[in-house]
C-alpha cells in the first residue's frame, strides 16, 4: 500500500509531501520550483487479449510478448529516471498505440466491457505505483484511451470504470497519483459521447466526488497536440493537461501556456504538458524549455520503433537509457532540475 509520497497542489505549482518539487531550483533564471518533469510511459502495464495480433508485440530475443517481463523492467528502469530528476510519470489503464502512430489493431484494456478492472491489470498497475511511492515520484495515472475506449459497451460502464479506478487508488491509499480522465479528450476516435470535449468535465467532477476519509483525487484530462483546453475543462480540473505533439516552433509551446492562462476560467493551477513528441535537447531553445520559460510543467513522448531499443511507446519498449535521444533528455532533465 502507499502513502510514502503525497502530491499536492499550491497555487500553480506542485509539492510532493508538502515540499515545493526541486525546492529553491531555477535555471537561466527560470523557476523549477513547483514543476513536474515528466515522461509519456503508457505501455507499462500492456498486453493484447487479441490471440490474433499477440504476435504483433514479440521481444526479438525470444520470439514471444510477456506482459510480466515488460512491468518487471520498468520497475527496474524507474530509479534511474528518478535519479537524473524524473518526478512524473505518465501511464494509463488503456495503454497507448503500441506503434506509437498509425492504424494497428490491438486490445489492450484493463477495463471490461463492464467496466470492471482485470485482476491482471490490477497487479501491475499496483506494482508500478506502489514502486513510484518509494522512490518519491508522481503517476499520472490515465483511465481511458482512443481505440480502446469502445471495450467498454456503453456510457454507464465508463462511468463504472473510472468509479472502481478512482476507489482503486484511494482504497490503496496511494496519494502520490493525479487522475488523467482520457489521453487526447479532442480526438475524434472516441465512440462515448462522455469522453468527448463537451461532456468529459462531468468525468472530471465525478472523481472529485469520490472521497476516502476526506481525500479526494486530483484529476484534469488532457487535448491533443497544438490544442488549447476548453473552458469547461479548465474549470472543473485541478491542473491544466495539454500536448505538444505537431508543434513545431518552441514560441508556440510558450504561447499555449500563456493563451491557457488567460482563458476565463483558468484561476492559479499548474500547467503541465504530458506529451511532446519534439526533441532538440542540445539546442539552446527547444519544446521542453520553451515550456519551462514561461513555468509549465513539460512531458517526453519518444515514439519508437517497436524494434526493442527505440522509444517507450511502441511495443515491446525497451525502458533503458539507452539511445542518444533518451540520453537527450535525460541529460537536460538533470541539468534544469539537478544541476
Known amino acids: 500500500m502507499g502513502g510514502k509520497t503525497q502530491v499536492s497542489i499550491k497555487e500553480d505549482g506542485f509539492l510532493i509531501n508538502g515540499a515545493p518539487t526541486y525546492e529553491g531550483r531555477e535555471y537561466r533564471g527560470w523557476k523549477i520550483e513547483g514543476l513536474l518533469l515528466n515522461s509519456r510511459m503508457v505501455q507499462a502495464t500492456f498486453d493484447d487479449l487479441n490471440a490474433e495480433t499477440r504476435d504483433q508485440w514479440v521481444y526479438p530475443d525470444t ?10 523492467e520498468f520497475l527496474a528502469a524507474m530509479p534511474a529516471w528518478r535519479e537524473h530528476g524524473l518526478l512524473g510519470l505518465t501511464v ?29 491489470y490490477e497487479d501491475r ?43 482503486w487508488v484511494l482504497g490503496r491509499g496511494c496519494a502520490n497519483v493525479l487522475i488523467e480522465v482520457n489521453n ?8 462515448h459521447e462522455i469522453l468527448q470535449p463537451h461532456r468529459v ?37 485541478d491542473f491544466v493537461l495539454m500536448h505538444g505533439n505537431g508543434v513545431e516552433d518552441p514560441a508556440r509551446i510558450a504561447e499555449m501556456v500563456r493563451e491557457t492562462r488567460a482563458l476565463k476560467t483558468y484561476r492559479p493551477m499548474p500547467v503541465l504538458f504530458n506529451e511532446d513528441d519534439h526533441f532538440y535537447f542540445e539546442k539552446p531553445m527547444n519544446n521542453m524549455l ?12 519518444d515514439p519508437g520503433e517497436g524494434n526493442y531499443q527505440d522509444g517507450y511507446q511502441s511495443v515491446p519498449p525497451n525502458w533503458g537509457i539507452n539511445t542518444e535521444r533518451k540520453r537527450g533528455f535525460f541529460g537536460l532533465v538533470r541539468e534544469v532540475a539537478v544541476g
Open 290 to 301: 520553451a515550456a519551462v520559460s514561461e513555468y509549465a510543467s513539460w512531458g517526453y513522448f
Open 184 to 191: 487526447e479528450c479532442d480526438v475524434p476516435r472516441y465512440e
Open 63 to 72: 520470439g514471444v510478448w510477456d506482459p510480466e517481463r515488460n512491468v518487471q
Open 125 to 167: 498497475m499496483g506494482r508500478v505505483l506502489e514502486w513510484a511511492d518509494e522512490l518519491g515520484m508522481v503517476v499520472i495515472l490515465g483511465v481511458f484511451y482512443f481505440g480502446q475506449d469502445e471495450r467498454l459497451r456503453d456510457e454507464e460502464a465508463v462511468k463504472r470504470a473510472l468509479d472502481r479506478a478512482a476507489e
Open 201 to 237: 468535465h462531468e468525468l472530471i467532477e465525478r472523481v472529485k466526488a469520490i472521497t476516502k476519509e476526506g481525500r479526494r483525487l486530483l484529476v484534469g484530462t488532457s487535448y491533443g497536440g497544438g490544442t488549447v483546453p476548453g473552458e469547461q475543462v479548465v474549470g472543473a480540473s
Open 92 to 120: 494509463n489503464f488503456q495503454g497507448g498505440n503500441p506503434r506509437g502512430y498509425g492504424e494497428v489493431e490491438w486490445h489492450n484494456s484493463a477495463w471490461t466491457e463492464k467496466g470492471e478492472l482485470r485482476p491482471c
